[in-house]
């Protein structure tokens, strides 16, 4: 486990710019730059859980429970200040890899900013989304912004990620979805009961074999392979999004989110912070 000095629940795990930063819960950070030593756990100014941190075009973001979205271009502690308030729960982050964030919210929609993070707006696809569906999981590959959630027989896709513009499609999976990754050719996304479903397109979907029946809270795509994780300590891997092996056990934790340097892989878990796989 990670020797974090108050190690709590962690929900996300981000490196960037040659840091580790992890969220964890009522607005506790800690920050590594070599994945062994942690520095003193610091809160944020808002203080509700973090569920999301990520790193684009020079600044640090924290994504918060109830859509608060907090910005730093250190992570450093005393650095960060909210650029938007939601006002709804909010899930998981996606770029287009140039300057457009979108942030899935409660309820279909989506907290959106097409200027690096400077400026958000709330874009509602509250009726397209099956009136109201939670739409946790949002990624972008294909030239598609994806997102599913509570229906997680459908995966909808836009091009423009604009209210009204979205697709439904047919997901091979009967799961709760909640999390989706690309890897520059493939899209693979994860939901309960430890179903699958995979694209090359964005469009047409497949369901492949699941190496586990846990749910699976979050699919990463970490440079040479998937890595994806959930309940009860599950960890499965695969390089082209259709075998899959694992799940490793023995850890007996909830396995929220993972993120890679290159050579070392780090997962956010409940109860102890996270867990570091060297090499």
Sequence with gaps: SLALPAPRDSHSIHYANNLWVLGMDQGYISTSTDGVSWSDVYQLPITTETRNVFYFNGNWFVTMRYGHILKSSTAASGSWSQVFNAGLES????????????????????????????????????????????????????????????????????????????????????????????????????????????????????????????????????????????????????????SWTGPVSGIGETLNDVASDGTDLIISSRTIGGFRYAG
């Excluded at 509602?124 to 030239?143: E, P, V």
């Excluded at 799961?175 to 693979?188: D, L």
């Excluded at 009961?193 to 990463?220: D, E, F, H, I, M």
Aim: with cysteine.
């Design 91 to 242: 899930f998981q982050w996606a770029t287009d890899g140039s300057s457009t964030i979108k942030i899935s919210l409660d309820g279909g929609r989506q907290a959106t900013s097409s200027d690096s993070g400077s400026n958000w707006s709330l874009v509602n696809n509250y009726s397209q989304f099956g009136g109201g569906a939670t739409a946790i999981a949002i990624a972008y590959g294909h030239g598609l912004w994806m997102s599913s959630g509570s229906t997680g027989n459908l995966i909808w896709t836009s091009p423009t990620g604009n209210a009204g513009s979205w697709t439904s499609r047919y997901a091979a999976s009967q799961s709760y979805c909640k999390a989706i990754a690309h890897s520059g050719s493939i899209s693979v996304a994860v939901g309960s009961s430890g179903q699958l479903s995979r694209s090359t397109n964005g469009t047409t979907w497949t369901r492949p074999k699941s190496a586990t029946s846990q749910s699976l809270r979050n699919v990463v795509w970490v440079g040479t392979h998937f890595v994806a994780v959930g309940d009860n300590g599950s960890i499965m891997i695969s390089t082209d999004g259709d």
